[in-house]
């Protein structure tokens, strides 16, 4: 019984050493077009979640500002990418104890993030978390960030999420 156990046990560990790579993540060039919303943040601010959601100005593009990023993304195992980003936008950034200008600026943000994937890309549906770091820079004003979030990817096709 214990050298059949054991033949199972090294069968299993053998299926998983040979399996641990097949679905790594390949390295991953990316464009993105955004939109950066800070007038929803400064109206949360100053007149409550309750008053923007009444008001529905949450919902409105008009309101946000179009940007650019690029983008790297590469598996470094089965269940962690890591993933670095630079974003631009011109726009009315609100800077703290500071008056607003009337022109817009150049907002940069370069970030590098780990995504913590529960799954595997094999599956259909992976959810995961992500952590990150990174610096935002306007007008001579810098800044840190730090983007933490929960997430779903959904598998399109086999090499598109």
């Known amino acids: 019984m214990k050298k059949i156990m054991l033949s199972f046990l090294s069968i299993a560990m053998c299926a998983i050493v040979s399996g641990q790579n097949d679905y790594k993540k390949e390295p991953t060039l990316g464009v993105h077009f955004l939109y950066v919303d800070f007038e929803t943040a400064a109206d949360l601010r100053s007149n409550g979640l309750s008053n923007v959601l009444r008001d529905k100005q949450w919902t409105k593009t008009k309101r ?3 940007g650019l ?5 590469q598996g470094m195992t089965n269940h962690i990418d890591i993933s670095t980003s630079l974003a631009g936008t011109f726009t ?3 800077v703290p104890n500071k008056a607003p200008r009337d022109s817009k600026s150049l907002l940069l943000e370069a970030v590098a993030t780990a995504n913590i994937k529960l799954l595997t890309d094999k599956y259909a549906v992976v959810p995961y978390i992500s952590v990150g770091v990174g610096a935002s820079k ?4 810098y800044s840190a960030i730090m983007p933490i979030g929960l997430g779903l990817q959904f598998r399109i096709v086999e090499d598109i999420s």
């Open 64 to 66: 946000m500002t179009p």
């Open 69 to 73: 990023a690029i983008s790297y993304a």
């Open 92 to 94: 009315d950034y609100p």
């Open 138 to 141: 306007y007008r001579g004003y």
